[in-house]
């Protein structure tokens, strides 16, 4: 990413690229993709409404949605290594890339507090 594009701009492209690679893909397939015990649909289908909800507020999601993300990368950072051809690894890498975005430039929504409930 060029440091100076904004990071709500570049995810909304990475989003709007992921689901075109998606479409490409017999639906069969992307529901029966799985790696290292990891449901690609339960990913995704996560990882999706956060992408969505960051973008929508301007690259602000509330801790338990960051939480969800920090989930999801983890995830993602052990199945990588463990990838091959047939997994369609593009969509898995689509996936951390937009989880490392989120994760490098949320910016917290007002109001609230370093994740303490008062």
Request: glycine fraction near 10%.
């Amino acid at each position: 990413m060029d440091t100076a594009e904004d990071p709500v701009a570049v995810m909304a492209r990475l989003r709007e690229d992921h689901y075109n690679e998606m479409r490409r893909l017999p639906p069969l397939r992307l529901s029966t993709l799985e790696v290292a015990g990891v449901d690609f649909v339960s990913l995704e289908t996560r990882l999706g409404g956060c992408t969505y909800t960051w973008v929508s507020s301007g690259g602000s999601l509330h801790e338990r949605g960051m939480g969800t993300v920090r989930l999801i990368l983890g995830q993602l950072e052990e199945i990588l290594p463990e990838l091959t051809e047939d997994d369609s690894p593009h969509l898995w890498h689509g996936m951390h890339l937009m989880a490392q975005l989120i994760v490098a430039h949320n910016t917290p929504p007002a109001g609230t507090t370093s994740g303490l409930v008062v």
